[in-house]
């Protein structure tokens, strides 16, 4: 062919040369971005990178699971995404930062964009980590907190991640209870409720909250701009209690509170015991209990999946079965299988020894690769709680 008619990448419409790229990995595409300064400017463009992410969404149909270190995170700095279908480590990714107790949990995730804290519950949501394993860049929020109380007081935090719409920042609520005696409000400190915007990367406080109080979930589960926890209140001495979502919404910064119906709270009986978990697009609560005398123990389990239509609640069932020996439920994955905290020989289950710190919605995209996001510019900050009145 003569040289005058010779084509190149370049010379495809932009249309076209967008279709290409989305279909392309990860680590594919931050090597294009070295080829020329075009190539660069389309894949480090926001509006691409949301390409990317929903043709990444809506591709991906393998089981899969990022598993990253629950405790002695400096022995063993990787985190590994999992096949269930392969059984095979698909990816190892270093964890670039260190925590305060050297233990992590997953606040929540958004687009592959982690969001993890310690452990330890009196530095839980202190420190904010926000890491994307696929580009290896993350974002450390140091929060040095200057309340009335301080570090020999006795509080405690409770986080969840949301998004909020239409500029998709990513932010995290944070309620700190005053808790002079285990259980109990006492004392002149109520609960202060602070919200943290990527975007912005700064916390800000929220007046006149009237927040409940929470008793079992320190992480929320985030379902877009929604974030929940469980609560359990008014037990008594035959282990009645009432069991309770708690709710805040990123959109209008407002708290909720419902009860659980009937017919989930008491479909196992009195006595079941109830675990929040994210269920593709859906809140989910599994609910299970404890059955068994001689040594022999049957675990019925039950999913069940929240819709929120018109302003109404309603519950769905989605599946129910029964396993032996078996014990705390950890979360769900895409396909449904749900992960337990010991070990099982049923087809749906998984093998997890230890809960460790999980991801089951994890997807790499160029989230916070160079100039493609503007919620991340720094490596590390400093960010000071805003005092209370």
């Known amino acids: 062919m003569a040289s005058g008619s010779e084509t190149s990448f370049d010379d495809l419409p932009s249309e076209t040369a967008v279709e290409i ?4 990995p990860v680590k594919a595409l931050i090597r294009s971005t070295s080829v020329n300064k075009s190539w660069y400017s389309l894949i480090t463009n926001p509006k691409f990178i ?4 929903k043709h990444t969404i809506s591709s991906v149909n393998e089981d899969v699971v990022l598993f990253i270190p629950h405790s002695n995170v400096s022995e063993e700095p990787y985190a590994s995404l999992y096949s269930f279908e392969t059984g095979n480590v698909i990816d190892k990714y270093e964890i670039p930062f260190t925590t ?8 929540g995730s958004v687009n592959g964009l982690l969001c993890l804290t310690d452990v330890n519950i009196p530095y839980v949501g202190r420190d904010l980590h926000f890491w994307n394993p696929s580009v290896r860049k993350y974002l450390s929020i140091v929060t040095s907190c200057d309340h ?38 006492v004392g002149e400190f109520a609960p202060v409720v602070e919200v943290f915007s990527l975007r912005e990367k700064k916390w800000r406080e929220i007046e006149n909250t009237r927040v409940p109080r929470v008793a079992s979930n320190v992480i ?23 069991v309770c979502l708690m709710s805040f919404d990123f959109r209008n910064e407002v708290f909720g509170l419902m009860k659980l119906t009937d017919d989930v709270r008491y ?18 609560i599994c609910v299970f209990k404890i059955n068994g005398s001689n040594g022999i123990y049957s675990q019925p389990f039950q999913i069940w999946l929240m819709s929120h239509e018109d302003g ?38 998984a093998i997890i020894r230890v809960p460790p710190c999980l991801d ?23 960010v000071s709680c805003p005092r209370s009145s």
């Not at 009986?269 to 989910?284: E, N, P, R, V």
């Open 21 to 24: 790229f989305t279909r392309l």
């Open 50 to 53: 949301s390409a990317h992410i």
């Open 100 to 107: 305060r107790t050297n233990t992590m949990q997953l606040v």
């Open 148 to 185: 009335k109380w301080k570090e020999k007081d006795r509080f405690f935090n409770v986080v969840g991640l949301g998004v909020v719409e239409p500029g998709e920042d990513i932010r995290v609520v944070r309620i700190m209870y005053w808790d002079q005696n285990p259980g109990k409000l």
């Open 220 to 242: 929320g589960i985030s379902v877009g701009h929604m974030v929940y926890w469980l609560d359990r209140v008014g037990r008594t001495e035959n282990h009645s209690c009432t």
């Open 267 to 284: 479909c196992l009986g009195d006595c079941a015991s109830f675990s929040l978990m994210k269920f593709k697009d859906s809140l989910a």
């Open 312 to 349: 109404t609640v309603s519950w769905t069932l989605h599946s129910e079965f029964v396993y032996e020996q078996v014990q705390w439920p950890v979360t769900i994955t895409k396909s449904g299988r749900l992960l337990m905290s010991c070990d099982t020989d049923s087809p749906r289950m």
């Open 360 to 382: 089951t919605s994890f997807i790499e995209s160029l989230v916070m690769h160079e100039r493609g996001s503007e919620l991340l510019e720094l490596e590390i900050c400093k």
